[in-house]
């Protein structure tokens, strides 16, 4: 069982549910390049001459990561052996790009676990959706953003401990669990050298994988022996940036999506914000006893 942090965050984000899934299975936590302990390399957007040690940090790029990471930690077959990918925000992203690439090396995951996946509304491919003066003003916002005497005291004034307090009790609605050592975890690593490049590499994301492109990718084997891939989701009702809405339309649109669990009260973090309500759900997934058999009877408000 892999745990897939959004952006800013780490492993330690999985502080509640690492020691709660452990006695039932492998489980560990990963820290996606560019963040947290992991290395933060120069970032390389298109159009740049590459540096040495410079990066395109991409969801790909992650996926990679994570897809080295399972086959490390199942070498003889990762078809032996269930492999289940947890993913967060951005890491619910990571999740699904990697499940198709593991599928595409025959080597599938078991099940994708989605929690408040990002639906990425600012990709240029959902720019008719934005307000004409968001459309109006993109290719300005695109070039500032590249800018690196612009970028570097923005990601400072962002990583203040009082402002992310702020953002996170925007998160967390409930306010539960927004303690010092959550501030910390995200915190401390935007301390570190190269966090300001990874900030930049990520912010320029302005067309990559969405989330409904990679669903209907995995609702539709490309072998008729293929082995299916589940995905099931968990999603904060209160989440203030990723609307459940288009998490309910997902379900009803893609065959692959199994179920579908709906937190009321909870925002955008419910494994950390409500791990009283998650770490069940996760566990009764992981370890195969839900008698559902499907998405209209595991659906559930909480």
């Known amino acids: ?20 899934l452990a006695p ?3 489980v560990v ?30 969801f790909d790029l992650w996926a990679e990561q994570v897809a080295d990471l399972v086959l ?3 070498p003889v077959s990762a078809q032996a052996r269930r492999v289940h990918l947890v993913g967060n925000s951005i890491g619910a992203m990571v999740a699904l790009t990697t499940a198709r690439l593991l599928r595409q090396r ?8 989605l929690i408040d996946c990002a639906q990425r509304r600012l990709d240029d491919r959902r720019l008719a959706e934005q307000l004409p ?12 953003v590249r800018q690196r005497w612009l970028i570097a005291p923005l990601f400072a004034l962002l990583a203040r401990p009082a402002f992310i307090r702020r953002v996170l009790l925007q998160a967390y609605p409930s306010g539960a669990n927004v303690d010092d050592e959550l501030v910390e975890l995200l915190h401390g690593p935007s301390t570190t050298a190269g966090a300001a490049e990874s900030f930049r590499g990520f ?3 302005f067309r990559d994988h969405l989330a409904p492109d990679l669903l209907r990718e995995l609702s539709n084997p490309a072998e008729p022996d293929e082995a299916a891939i589940a995905v099931r989701m968990i999603w904060g009702e209160a989440d203030p940036w990723e609307a459940v809405a288009e998490a309910r339309h997902w379900a009803a649109t ?33 370890v195969g006893t839900s008698t559902s058999a499907g998405l209209g009877d595991e659906e559930r408000e909480r």
């Open 106 to 113: 025959r080597r599938p995951p078991v099940q994708v676990i």
């Open 24 to 26: 039932d299975a492998a």
């Open 254 to 286: 893609f065959s692959c999506i199994q179920a579908l669990e709906v937190l009321p009260g909870v925002g955008h973090c419910p494994h950390d914000e409500a791990p009283q309500l998650v770490n069940p759900i996760l566990r009764n997934w992981i």
């Open 72 to 74: 490390e930690l199942s």
């Open 133 to 144: 003066t968001a459309r109006l003003g993109r290719p300005l916002l695109k070039t500032m």
């Open 29 to 58: 936590a990963v820290d996606l390049l560019g963040f947290g302990g992991s290395d933060k390399p120069p970032s390389c957007l298109s159009g740049e001459i590459p540096v040495t040690g410079s990066v395109r940090y991409s």
């Open 1 to 20: 069982m892999v745990l897939i942090h959004g952006f800013g965050a780490s492993g330690r984000h999985w502080r509640h549910t690492l020691p709660a």
């Open 203 to 205: 912010v320029n994301l």
